[in-house]
């Protein structure tokens, strides 16, 4: 049945804060989307919007992404389909795949990574895994919403090269291989205009170019105007009911202002999202089967920063000391709109007081808000003084939406709890929560083992402990680099920005890839992470195909624990044309290696992800050339490296009457026309032409002279009549 106008206004609204409308004339029921991206997070009844049902608390993608582990991603993506089939929700709003371009944004621990391949893969992942299950993801928040900071207003001004290569670059590969129900476009302005309202963004780029098939709904709350929304390509306003909208929709079709085939194609979005969800089968899940998914992500999640002598794994008959509030009242994520009420929540102190059969004494050392307490602090130490091991529990008070971070320290009453405790025991172990990056030096300078344990869920109380026991062997790898202070990150002095508008000014060198530009040292490198095992690399290979580049590397298990290596590819183009970093992911692979045995890691570069955007041509290309394909555990731990040819993609960018003298002298059809002008102009003249040609220097130095401008010189060998038809005869 056609909808009328009316009708069709109505359906791209929300019928409620959680739901669609219904139009029941139609036989068009309505249909519930809610939060995530980590759990279900069904609002329960009453007025508080952050109050949810039961429902497993998954690690955040903080965390989740530090597994490093597509398959895992899947596995999680499943079983929150199957949680939302079990609660009658149809989307999902997730994930999250915004880089971290700050350690400052205040929701960073809802997305995964500051490397935008890292972050599309598991993402691509996650989204395949919910999807499995006949419920849609909604890919969020599209797009460059990288802070908190007057984020319903801030316009994040940026290149289109930078644009393209990072922080649209895991969008476009989750929508190109997962085809998610939805895009959720963000609350900000991209170079001055809403996200709600980019026609450029919703319906050239991701409808024109990437081939989405879904509808495009709104962050709740994000439309400023209904009908310039439409009309830039976004389908559904959320939440609803928004009567005044509805109308001014219509009006704006019924003045001619609005093509009625845009609000008639927005409709038809939203209607078969509907018929798409109504086709899913209700369904159950098992609460305990998903808390113990929960805790092998979180295991996996956390990563070993450091392990002098040898500390961890712990034995089971050390007295043990812990210390801190978080190892009794865990921070398991983060604040705002992806608050799950958990299914139940495991605390560290009682996980690792069961896991050993000797003493284990607590004390809190501060309070959960990191406030200073001199008591505390006194009784800490003194139960950390005669104990064989101490474990320091510390981390970020709050994280939370809306709201960015102003530091990345640790409160004084953490960081004065590991100084004290360190000078009394020197077998201190500390693990961090937190749901972005914090400053580490050089507190840890002091301490023999350190964790970075997130914010893990709630299942992180028993994976911190399979962990410290090693009943998991640690290959959690850093997503995110941490730099020794804060001034030392590319975004220091751009973040958050004044006056409506955050300047990008780092353009391409986007975390790790600004670090290694500068060459500045970090406190732990991007993907770094220790194990209770060591790993070898052999030879590495690598064969160019149509398809992109095949890498294959040995990888030994040198010690004696089984154990996971996380091998990475980095890729740079020595000589290259344009300006890159020097050195950037571009494939990776988690490998199990049993003790002693060797295995075969395979990776594949897709082509697709050696391309740059060329601003000249607007489009990717693929530069051709001698390419080096650096594998290893880490952005700065290379264990093998090789090049391989890769074919260049045809392009060549048309010269111009303003082309330079170097741009045609570069081209091979453009120098033989110059050089055929400069000849003819030689042989007719012994004066100031023959001496231009003739010297190279000259040459040199008018290589950035325009040619028009350069046919105005006196004597110059061009004649201004000419250039047209040398142009003609170039292209």
Known sequence: MELSTSEQAAITSGGDFWSTEAIESAGIPAVTVTDGPHGVRMQASGGDLLAGVPATCFPPAVAGASTWDPELLHRMGRALGDECRAQDVAVLLGPGVNLKRSPLGGRNFEYFSEDPILTGVLATAWVRGLQSRGVGASLKHFAVNNQETDR???????DERTLREMYLRAFQKVVTRAQPWTVMCAYNKINGVYASEHHWLLTEVLRGEWGFEGLVVSDWGAVVDRVRAVAAGLDLTMPGPDAAGDRALADAVEAGRLDARTLRLSAERVRKMIEKAGERPAGSYDAEAHH??????????IV?????????????????????????????QGGGSSQITPTRLDDALTEITASTGAEVAFAAGYTTQ??????????AVAVAAGKDVAIVFVGSVHETE????????????????????????????????????????PWDENVPALLEGWLLGQAGGSAIADVLFGRVNPSGRLAETIPVKLADHPSYLDFPGEHGHVRYGEGLHVGYRGFDARGQEVAYPFGFGLSYTTFGYGAVQ?????????????????????????????????GSRVRRAPRELKAFASVP???????????????????????????????????????????????????????????????????????????PRGAEVLGAAFAAAAGASDGPTAAMTANPEVLMMLGSLPLSRMASFPGSPLNAGDLDKMVEAAN
Not at 152 to 158: H, K, N
Not at 409 to 421: F, G
Not at 543 to 562: F, I, Y
């Open 152 to 158: 319903m207003r801030i316009s994040a001004d940026v």
């Open 292 to 301: 113990a998914l929960a805790r092998e992500i979180a295991a996996r999640a």
């Open 304 to 332: 070993l920063l450091k392990n002098d002598g040898d500390l961890l794994p712990l034995g089971e008959n050390r007295t043990l000391a812990v210390l801190g509030e978080f190892a009794r009242t865990p921070r398991y």
């Open 370 to 379: 990191g406030d200073p307490d001199e008591r505390l602090l006194d009784e």
């Open 402 to 441: 809306g709201a960015d971070r102003e530091s990345i320290d640790l409160p004084a009453a953490q960081l004065a709890l590991i100084e004290r405790v360190a000078a009394v025991n020197p077998r201190t172990i500390v693990v961090l929560s937190n749901g972005a990056v914090l400053a580490t030096k």
């Open 542 to 574: 690598a064969t160019a195909t149509a398809a992109g580049v095949e890498v294959g590397v040995p990888v030994t298990n040198t010690g004696g624990r089984d154990g996971r290596e996380v091998v990475q590819a980095y890729v740079s183009l020595p």
């Open 593 to 667: 290696v049993t003790a002693g045995d060797t295995v075969e890691a395979r990776l594949v570069i897709e082509r697709a992800d050696l391309a740059y955007w060329d601003t000249r041509l607007g489009r990717w290309i693929v530069e051709g050339g001698e390419y080096l394909i650096e594998v290893g555990s880490s952005s700065r731990d290379v264990r093998a490296s090789v090049t391989v040819r890769v074919a260049c993609d045809p392009a060549r960018v048309p010269l111009t009457r303003e082309s330079s003298v170097g741009e045609w002298l570069a081209d």
